[in-house]
């Protein structure tokens, strides 16, 4: 099985330019938790904008979040992997990284997909997806990055 077979093709993707409250909307229209943010030129990823990021980066922090885009709250730790990645090159990017979602790149590093640990457990029904959901639920060294 590769990243192919378990991502999300085609996912939306927005600018750092990006109003946050444009970014909600998004996540209510496509019923995700997580924006790739790209290079309006290249297309390639910036970052990540996570539910779990306007959470804590805009509103927690009191800022006017309509006043925010997504380069203002956005993870710029963004872990890609290839669309042939193999399965267990996906679980151990999402582990060694302590990430809960990779987005899939083309050969030009353009956003070809997204993979989170709900696809891998969705696809998946092994003791690595779980172990999985371990390693990146631990306390400590984990980011916010994907969350």
Known sequence: MKASDVMTPHPACCSPDTNLVDVT???????????????????RPIGIVTDRDVATRAVA????????????????SVVTVAPDASLDEVLD?????????????????????IISQADVALHVKNKK?????????????????GD
Do not use: W, Y
């Open 93 to 113: 990017a999402m582990s060694e990284n302590q990430v809960r979602r990779l987005i899939v790149v083309d050969d030009h590093g353009g956003v070809v997909g």
């Open 25 to 43: 909307q998004m996540f209510v229209e496509h019923d995700v938790g997580a924006i790739p943010v790209v290079d309006p030129t290249t297309s």
């Open 61 to 76: 922090s009191g800022t006017d979040a309509r006043q925010m885009t997504a380069g203002d709250c956005m993870t710029t």
């Open 129 to 145: 997806s779980g172990d999985l959901v371990e390693q990146v639920s631990k306390p400590g060294q984990a980011s916010t990055a």
